[in-house]
Nanobody, 119 residues
Framework: QVQLVESGGGLVQPGGSLRLSCAAS????????MAWYRQSPGNQRELVAA???????HYADSVKGRFTISRDTAKNTVYLQMNSLKPEDTAVYYC?????????????WGQGTQVTVSS
């Protein structure tokens, strides 16, 4: 079982920045992928950024050049640095971890943190 706890959300003006944190209860080196998703009212949950243990990071087109995902294995934490925020970035942001076990992969989700971009 992997527990994920997000923090860092809040209210920010357009053009501002926020850094989200996701602390894992296990060594994140054991997790294949750590990612950030978001969901706004009336919309499906969408992938924002993914950081595999091996390979390149992936970003949604809508956040490329503005958001950066990073992993700190010493702190078992993944971050999402969000710059140049826009009102359309308003959503609940969720952290997800994928843990391999034999031939299976298990997904774990955090409880979410609200990000509101508004003047």
């Amino acid at each position: 079982q992997v527990q994920l706890v997000e923090s860092g959300g809040g209210l920010v003006q357009p053009g501002g920045s926020l850094r989200l944190s996701c602390a894992a209860s296990t060594n994140i080196f054991l997790l294949d992928v750590m990612a950030w998703y978001r969901q706004s009212p009336g919309n499906q949950r969408e992938l924002v950024a993914a950081h595999p243990r091996v390979g390149s990071r992936h970003y949604a087109d809508s956040v490329k050049g503005r958001f950066t995902i990073s992993r700190d294995t010493a702190k078992n934490t993944v971050y999402l640095q969000m710059n140049s925020l826009k009102p359309e970035d308003t959503a609940v942001y969720y952290c997800k971890a994928e843990r391999p076990s034999g031939t299976a992969t298990y997904d774990y989700w955090g409880q979410g943190t609200q990000v509101t971009v508004s003047s």
